[in-house]
């Protein structure tokens, strides 16, 4: 079957760096999303990765290794408003989105 | 854990004929759906909030007349497209709130269905 698997829950410091993980099993593969979502609020998108590697956009960065099915988003330089969930979604070979079931990220003062 | 499934996951139509996507809610029960569409690489876009029993709420700018929500059953919002154009074909993904998680905003997601408009 097809899985998505990423932590429930992180907690980080203001100022800190923390890294959401988010490994997947997909049949085929068409590309990583990553979206961010505030209680109440839809999804906004934060990165897609199709090829290997690492792809910086700004505070935020995601990394992609296509062989391992990983996928990484690091978010610097944390501030309060980074404070939500964290989606990850795998594209398939159908062209149909895989969520995870998201990683709600805590950042204490 | 929870699935959400929607159909058809793919649909191809004629300028002005009107689509139905079902999106359903497999292993619990959803008082509120939520629609929305995606344009490639770019956020999800809110469409309407659907409740059970209930008109759905539509987002400023969203045509109400156009995309008809009904959301008949605890397991069961639909959208029809109606009379659907070109500039309609995008991804439409719909989202669950679990009714057993109360207060808790967590949303489960379909995999989304793809509407092209010739």
């Known amino acids: 079957g097809q899985n998505i698997d990423q932590p429930t829950e992180m907690t980080a410091t203001e100022g800190a760096i923390v890294q959401i993980n988010c490994t997947y099993q997909t049949s085929g593969f068409n590309g990583l999303f990553w979206y961010q979502q505030h209680a109440g609020e839809a999804p906004t998108f934060l990165s897609y990765?199709?090829l290997d590697g690492l792809e910086e956009k700004g505070r935020f960065s995601s990394f992609l290794s296509r062989s391992k099915g990983y996928s990484y988003l690091l978010l610097k330089e944390l501030q309060m408003k980074d404070s939500a969930s964290y989606l990850c979604?795998?594209?398939?070979?159908?062209?149909?989105?895989?969520w995870g079931a998201g990683t709600k990220l805590i950042i204490k003062p | 854990g929870a699935v959400v499934s929607q159909h058809p996951s793919w649909v191809i139509c004629k300028s002005g004929t009107s689509v139905k996507i079902e999106c359903r809610s497999l292993?619990?029960?959803?008082?509120?759906m939520f629609w929305y569409r995606q344009f490639p690489k770019q956020s999800l876009m809110l469409m309407a909030t659907?409740?059970?029993?209930?008109?759905?709420?539509?987002e400023q700018g969203v045509e109400k007349d156009k995309f008809l929500i009904n959301h008949a059953s605890l397991t069961l919002s639909t959208l029809t497209v109606t009379s659907a154009h070109p500039e309609d074909s995008s991804f439409y993904i719909c989202?669950?709130?679990?009714?057993?998680?109360?207060?808790?905003?967590?949303?489960?997601f379909g995999p989304g269905t793809r509407l092209t408009v010739l």
């Open positions: 990765n199709v």
């Open positions: 292993d619990f029960q959803a008082t509120t």
């Open positions: 979604a795998v594209m398939d070979s159908n062209y149909q989105l895989i």
């Open positions: 659907s409740n059970e029993g209930s008109k759905a709420t539509y």
């Open positions: 989202s669950a709130r679990d009714l057993a998680s109360g207060v808790t905003d967590t949303q489960y």
